[in-house]
């Protein structure tokens, strides 16, 4: 299994992005799909959660900004970003499970088999 995150980069307060994540080696529609991010100095964190039926999960923090979606005919799960603010800076990370969890394990690391290598996303103000 491979997972490929891109769409990374440096934009202004107020700015949007759109992250990517291909997925490869797996089938893709009985995997939920989760982003996390990491910021300097600090632990990695949730930030969105897609099942397989593609019913959605927010941290706090993103909702109304973010949204998660996810393509099963292009094996791809995307983050919109919009409204980004500098505290969203941070290595962000796609990360994938076999078969759905309850909405409160969703936010855990370690109910994930799989992650991506992660990609850069910097805030400025």
């Known amino acids: 299994v491979q997972l490929q995150a891109f769409g990374g980069g440096l934009v202004q307060a107020g700015g949007s992005l759109r992250l990517s994540c291909a997925a490869s080696g797996l089938t893709f529609s009985s995997y939920a799909m989760g982003w996390f991010r990491q910021a300097p100095g600090k632990e990695r964190e949730f930030v969105a959660h897609?099942?397989?039926?593609?019913?959605?999960f927010y941290t706090d923090s993103v909702k109304g900004r973010f949204t998660i979606s996810r393509d099963n005919t292009k094996n791809m799960v995307y983050l919109q970003m919009n409204s980004l603010k500098p505290e969203d800076t941070a290595v962000y990370y796609c990360?994938?499970?076999?078969?759905?969890?309850?909405?409160?394990?969703?936010?855990?690391?370690?109910?994930?088999?799989?992650w991506g290598q992660g990609t850069q996303v910097t805030v400025s103000s």
């Open positions: 990360a994938a499970r076999p078969y759905d969890l309850i909405w409160s394990a969703a936010a855990r690391t370690d109910e994930y088999n799989y």
């Open positions: 897609i099942r397989t039926s593609g019913g959605k």
